[in-house]
């Protein structure tokens, strides 16, 4: 097996005359290829052998030109009458859906810089200050790029990518019958690389309505309509060749891309952008949007957005002016290793490992902690953080969830609302802040929970759940007298077992250093017992 490097590329808006404008990038990608099946142009020109164990071969030797060929077969009249009835239903498809689609002519002015300038110049700029004689400003230039999109309701709506309008000054339609129109952008949601546009004029159109993605199976025919190059309502037609196929890289607009595509070996090139992606009874099931390629053209494997989730965003852009996703309030998440496995007492390696938690947040809220492996949301198992992201990334703020979840390789459920992300920036603030200057305890120390991560730095299992000095005032008791260091793991207060910082604040709200303290700790993975008693301290 060897290897060759790709890319996968968003499918370029092109300029009038056919020149693909260069599209962003979203990520070097290796194609494993483990060998090649090649035919003639014109296709197979013979029939193999079926080898029987028998010597000899069987065939049907083609008739010579101008020949007469003979009556048919059953069989052959068979597969001719069904390859009649695919070729109509492509024709219905076609004659139904390209009055749906349009091209779009998306201008935008560019800055063209300062006459005679090069990068050299600026790096000078920056280094030693201006040259004597400043470089003239140039006027903006401005630029024409082209794409694809179809109409989704009767008064002239549009879907397209928003990598086709993004920055755009002004938008141009054309519909099939050539009119050119004007369109308005009425917001986009660049994490799905989705935008919605409405034509200006007001009228009635010819529509195309979303289907079902999440019912399309691998295996199914599917129609790709689109411009591209230029070359107006082009239909192109293949199968989905996968599911669920992830760009792990941001997109072309810089923002995550948290889209699980529909792959489809359709043929889409730059100008498809945008364009709907069409299963046989009509009905839209993804909208074309981005290539792998290592030539800059079409190579067998395209990518489109679900319908599904296309049609959450135009929703919501409609309502909103934009895609607002749901906020849960997990900041950080690991990949459930077999060492964490082991350390939380789960039997195979799964999920989605909190490993910090906003207080205040809808997860704190529905009863998530810090250390819970998250296995599924919404009945989706969530088998590493990245699928995780991406389920919860389809969901609106206001929507709920069902989460499924192990703590200490227990199986426990719970309900967790989806929160706008504006709604809980007050509890985000103040967690960072909380935990960027936590003021020093009754002991004169500052402390953390032991999660999972910590535990398996300080190869201690036993320390789960304690709490770890992480620093200490000048005059800790804890520290002078009781001779405690950092990294050292609090499990017990006074008696009272400490599993979770929660219990170490309700253990310290009964303790006197002036009285006694007698600690319980870990050190290099042994337990001993630190008793003090300071008379000098003061809360």
């Known amino acids: 097996m060897h290897s060759t490097q790709a890319e996968v590329q968003v499918t370029p808006p092109i300029t009038p005359g056919g020149r693909a404008r260069p599209a962003p990038v979203y990520v070097p990608r290796w194609l494993m290829v483990a060998g090649a099946c ?26 010579e030109p101008g020949e007469d060929p003979g009556p048919m077969t059953p069989a052959e009249e068979r597969a001719i009458g069904m390859a009649a009835d695919l070729s109509s239903a492509f024709r219905r498809v076609a004659r139904d859906l390209t009055p749906t689609v349009v091209s779009i002519a998306a201008t935008s002015s560019v800055d063209a810089g300062a006459q005679g300038q090069s990068p050299a110049d600026e790096l000078f700029r920056q280094f030693f200050g201006p040259r004597a004689a400043p470089p003239v400003r140039r006027a903006p230039r401005t630029v024409t790029s082209t794409g694809s999109g179809f109409i989704v309701s009767a008064d002239g709506y549009i879907l397209t990518n928003n990598h086709v309008i993004e920055n755009a000054d002004s938008v141009t339609v054309t519909l099939s019958d050539q009119r050119q129109l004007e ?45 591209p190059f230029g070359l107006n309502h082009t239909v192109t037609a293949g199968i989905i060749s996968a599911k669920g196929r992830r760009i792990n890289e941001r997109g072309p607009t810089g923002a995550v891309n948290l889209t699980e595509f529909l792959q489809t070996d359709a043929a889409i090139n730059p100008g498809n952008s945008g364009g709907p992606m069409v299963d046989l009874q009509g009905r839209v099931i993804g909208i074309a949007t981005a290539i792998f390629t290592r030539s800059g053209g079409y190579q067998g494997i395209g990518l489109g ?20 996703r749901g906020y849960l309030g997990l900041t950080q998440l690991e990949e459930v290793t077999p060492e964490y496995a082991q350390i939380l007492g789960i039997d195979t390696p799964r999920g989605a490992l909190i490993a910090e938690i906003v207080p205040g947040t809808p997860a704190h809220a529905a009863g998530l902690r810090t250390d819970d492996v998250i ?28 989460v499924q979840y192990l703590r200490n390789g227990k199986p426990l459920s719970t309900t967790v609302t989806f929160a706008a992300l504006g709604a809980v920036d007050d509890a985000i603030v103040q967690h960072a802040a909380a935990q960027e200057a936590q003021a020093a305890d009754e002991l004169g120390l500052v402390v953390r929970q ?19 000095v992480v620093n200490a005032l000048r005059d800790s008791p804890a520290i002078r007298l009781g001779g405690l260091q950092r ?23 009964s303790v006197q250093p002036e009285r006694g303290v007698r600690l319980v700790i870990r050190r290099n993975g042994q337990e001993s017992v630190r008793t003090f008693q300071d008379q000098r301290f003061e809360r």
């Open 38 to 63: 090649c035919a003639t142009a014109g296709g197979v020109l013979g029939v193999g052998a079926l080898d029987d164990g028998h010597q000899g071969t069987v065939a049907r030797v083609l008739p």
């Open 487 to 509: 990294d050292d793991v609090i499990v017990r207060v006074n008696g009272t077992p400490v599993r979770s910082a929660e219990d170490y604040a309700k253990a310290l709200r």
């Open 305 to 324: 957005i679900p319908a599904n989730l296309a049609s959450d965003v135009f929703d919501d852009i409609l309502k909103n002016g934009s895609f607002e």
């Open 183 to 227: 369109a308005t952008v009425v917001g986009a949601d660049p994490g799905a690389d989705l935008a919605v546009l409405k034509i200006t004029p007001p009228g009635t159109y010819p529509f195309a309505r979303l289907g079902d993605s999440d019912a399309t199976e691998v295996g199914d025919w599917v129609v790709a309509i689109g411009n």
């Open 375 to 402: 296995v599924s949301l919404n009945g989706r198992p969530t088998p590493d953080p990245e699928q995780l992201v991406r389920i919860a990334g389809r969901l609106r703020a206001g929507s709920t969830a069902a």
């Open 450 to 468: 032991v999660g999972a991560r910590d535990a398996l730095r300080l190869s201690d299992p036993g320390a789960l759940g304690g709490v770890r």
